[in-house]
């Protein structure tokens, strides 16, 4: 009977311990995917080359994000708006001979130097609502090229983070020191959860304000004309030149999204190895999954900044 005993003993015992380990395997695999898949979320976000969402609308030209919508606003711009900005011009420019000649004392000093000066202003206006696109065009690739070169450099880090060994880590660290351990892995597993949603908000959010921009910059692109045409007088001057400096911000608005990418995948990646290293203490394990989740909504904060860091550089209002 004691033979029988025993023998329901270590059954029942290798029953518990089955269960045990395919709760603890469950839980475990379960956390380990959800920070996984936040690396990923992040990996393919900032990924240049087919199928990427962040990194491919931040190295876009305006001219090259989508033709239909580029043939609408560059028809506007051409067809529309572009004739205001000739009548606004033709305005500016009799403004100006007007105080060309009232200057030289009601014609009693009068200098014919003024019609060269007057005609040379007329070409350069002409000039600059004529090539308005080509402008736009040469202002957004200096800016395109320091993104796409700051982005390749971001992202060439980020291709190296091997996303499958850290979960492999994470999964095997969490079933060997916190076997049949629920607590611990209840709250981890929310914790990686919520990790996963802040992260899937956080690329989203992202997204949106690099949408944004390029919707933004469509804007601009619209009435463009107009500024150009203000070029000619000082008073009015101001208006083109403001319109010239919110194109570069918007411009390098993605150098300002990189970098701050960039800080947010060394720190983000830096504490999710801190929660391997911390593995035999549990506070410390809380608190790098925390420092996960602070990071990405600082992110959001940061990515929000960006247009008034980047009009903030180059004095845009």
């Known amino acids: 009977m004691g033979a029988v005993a025993d023998a329901v003993d270590d059954m029942i015992d290798g029953v518990v311990d089955a269960i045990e380990t395919a709760i603890t395997q469950m839980l475990a695999g379960g956390a380990a995917t959800m920070i996984e898949s936040s690396l990923s979320l992040f990996k393919s976000g900032l990924k240049i080359d087919g199928g990427s969402m962040i990194g491919g609308n931040l190295t876009t030209m305006p001219n ?112 060997k020191d916190y076997k049949a351990n629920w607590g611990v892995l209840i709250v981890f597993l929310l914790f990686a959860f919520v990790m996963f949603l802040v992260m899937l908000v956080s690329l989203i959010i992202v997204m949106l304000v690099v949408i944004s921009r390029l919707i933004e910059a469509f804007m601009y692109i619209a009435v463009a004309p107009i500024p150009m045409s203000t070029f000619m007088n000082k008073e009015w001057g101001t208006i083109g030149t403001n319109w010239i400096r919110n194109i570069l911000a918007l411009a390098f608005q993605g150098v300002f999204i990189v970098v701050a990418l960039g800080v947010f995948q060394a720190m983000f990646t830096s504490s999710v190895q801190d929660l391997i290293n911390n593995s035999s203490d549990v506070t410390k394990m809380y608190l790098s999954m925390i420092t996960c989740i602070v990071w990405s909504v600082a992110l959001c904060f940061t990515i929000f900044k960006s247009s008034s860091i980047s009009k903030s550089i180059f004095n845009a209002h």
């Open 64 to 175: 090259e994000y989508n033709v239909t919508i580029w043939g609408i606003v560059h028809k506007i711009g051409t067809e529309i708006v572009a004739p205001f900005g000739g009548m606004i011009l033709t305005i500016i420019l009799l403004y100006e001979l007007l105080s060309m000649v009232m200057e030289g004392n009601n014609f009693r000093e009068f200098d014919t130097a003024i019609f060269f000066k007057w005609i040379f202003k007329a070409l350069c206006g002409i000039i600059l609502i004529s090539h308005t696109t080509d402008i736009i065009i040469g202002l957004f690739s200096l800016g395109n090229d320091v993104t796409s070169r700051a982005l390749d450099a971001v992202d060439k880090d980020m291709l190296a983070l091997d996303t499958n060994t850290i979960a492999s880590q994470i999964e095997t660290m969490l079933t």
